[in-house]
């Protein structure tokens, strides 16, 4: 029986480990999509305990206490912080094969030096550990991600953002590390939220270009664009329901967008046509400044209405939609490719019965303007575990080059979840490990060296010109 998370932990064969322990572990870490705070990058935030650094913000952890029976005011509530890492100790044990099991003795191990299992037993001798660890000055938040081996980590920003923080790291000469701004315009897309109306006139005040119909919100998009483009902004990234293809006259997305300024919420196919409208926009713009287009979707939100009236989004209360979209997502990829307008463009969806669909879309529109223009994107969410990724990674491979994939991102709040991409290099190399020793690939230790080194680190780096 192997011990839980020893050296050789998810690695099943001799060739596994090989590529692992002489390739993977050691490559730089590339962030290329997460939702961390760069202010608190830029002040070197130090977390007071555990609880704030872990499940501050962790709708992960949050929903498992949900289903363990654990009252809201332990999670999200005014509980102690010392309280609310005890729930979460109750809980953890009982996460058998949840990677957030793998995760948590992961982060617990590499940052805190913990080699035993967190549960209501040992719950306060790792409260007193961690917390004695975090006021050490190699646990401020800058230290964390230098000793995290990440060279590069791109953030997710508004467009009315003012980059302030960004400017502050990019003058630091203590901190090696290059923190880029995502361009994320979801509150300019979508028109159906009772606020977008006040969203529109603060995008108005940021690029200073009055707001009044669909041109000059075009106008507007574009100059804060050149704007995140001057702070070396590479990446777009959107959050949609799903990738819809609903094309209208010009005319007709100029009443649509009268309409909503003038207070009222278009109807659900008028949506799709403004959507449609500012897609197309956005993707010739990304082409243009040779940026990367990420589009997340396949999500339903907010599904609890009682809990997000309390709590707002991004509490954990989202689910996977299965809304299939292939032929419109197809449609618009076409579109923009048919003016050769199309640029790198990232897919993920929630839906992982999606995968072979979205490797077979990117295959379509795959061609020498850039290696693996088109990339599917890794498992995302509710699927970032080891079933996951393996599903992930095996349907590319059968008819796209994985050797091509971009591999990993935390898309995490948190700044000690890098242990993520360990996990995922794991599974990355058990995989290929096996398929070399059932003699589906030659054991070519230079080849298989590169392939696991390019997926790790490579491939990201020269796809995103970083």
Not at 78 to 98: C, M, Q, S, V, Y
Not at 163 to 184: C, G, I, N, Q, Y
Not at 232 to 244: E, F, R, V, W
Request: hydrophobic share 35%; proline share 4%.
């Amino acid at each position: 029986m192997k011990e839980f998370l020893d050296q050789d932990f998810l690695l099943t064969t001799s060739t596994a480990k090989e590529l692992y322990h002489y390739y993977a572990a050691h490559m730089p870490v590339i962030d290329y999509h997460c939702h961390i705070n760069p202010e608190e990058i830029a002040k070197n935030k130090n977390f007071e305990n555990i609880t704030q650094l872990w499940l501050g913000g962790d709708h992960y952890k949050w929903r498992l206490m949900r289903a363990n029976g654990v009252e809201e005011k332990y999670i999200t509530g005014e509980a102690t912080d010392r309280e609310k890492f005890e729930k979460w100790a109750e809980t953890l044990p009982k996460a058998i094969g949840n990677p957030l099991y793998h995760w948590s003795h992961l982060e617990l191990q590499r940052y805190f030096g913990y080699t035993g299992i967190l549960n209501p037993g040992t719950a306060e001798k790792v409260w007193n550990l961690c917390n004695e660890k975090l006021k050490s000055p190699s646990m401020t938040v800058q230290n964390i991600i230098k000793q995290s081996n990440v060279e590069i980590l791109c953030t997710t920003d508004d467009p009315i953002d003012s980059l302030e923080w960004h400017k502050s790291l990019k003058e630091m000469t203590d901190f090696d590390v290059t923190v880029l701004p995502a361009f994320r315009p979801d509150k300019a897309l979508h028109l159906e939220k009772p606020e977008y109306c006040d969203y529109i006139k603060q995008l108005s005040a940021a690029s200073k270009i009055p707001i009044h119909n669909f041109a000059s919100l075009c106008e507007a998009l574009v100059n804060r664009i050149n704007f995140f483009d001057s702070m070396g902004c590479k990446i777009s990234d959107h959050g949609l329901d799903y990738i819809m293809y609903q094309p209208a006259a010009t005319e007709e997305i100029e009443a649509i967008f009268a309409k909503r300024l003038n207070g009222t919420i278009p109807d659900a196919l008028e949506q799709q046509k403004f959507k449609t409208a500012f897609m197309l926009f956005v993707g010739k713009q990304y082409h243009k400044f040779g940026w990367t287009m990420q589009l997340h979707y396949g999500t339903k939100r907010n599904n609890n209405s009682r809990q997000f009236r309390e709590l707002g989004p991004d509490t954990g209360f989202d689910c996977i939609n299965s809304y299939s979209s292939s032929a419109q997502m197809t449609d618009y990829l076409n579109e923009l490719n048919q003016s050769e307008e199309l640029p790198k463009t990232i897919l993920y969806s929630l839906n992982p019965n999606d995968n072979e669909v979205i490797n077979t879309v990117i295959g379509c529109f795959q061609d020498s303007s850039a290696i693996a223009k088109l990339q599917h994107g890794s498992a995302w969410w509710f699927n970032d575990h080891k079933t996951g990724m393996t599903q992930q990674m095996t349907a590319l491979a059968n008819v796209g080059l994985l050797s091509n994939f971009i591999g990993m991102l935390t898309d995490s709040r948190s700044f000690i979840s890098y242990p993520r991409h360990e996990y995922f290099r794991r599974i990355l190399c058990d995989l290929i490990g096996k398929w070399v020793e059932n003699g589906e690939y030659p054991y070519d230790k230079k080849t298989l060296g590169q392939i696991v080194k390019d997926i790790s680190y490579y491939n990201a780096k020269r796809y995103f010109e970083f």
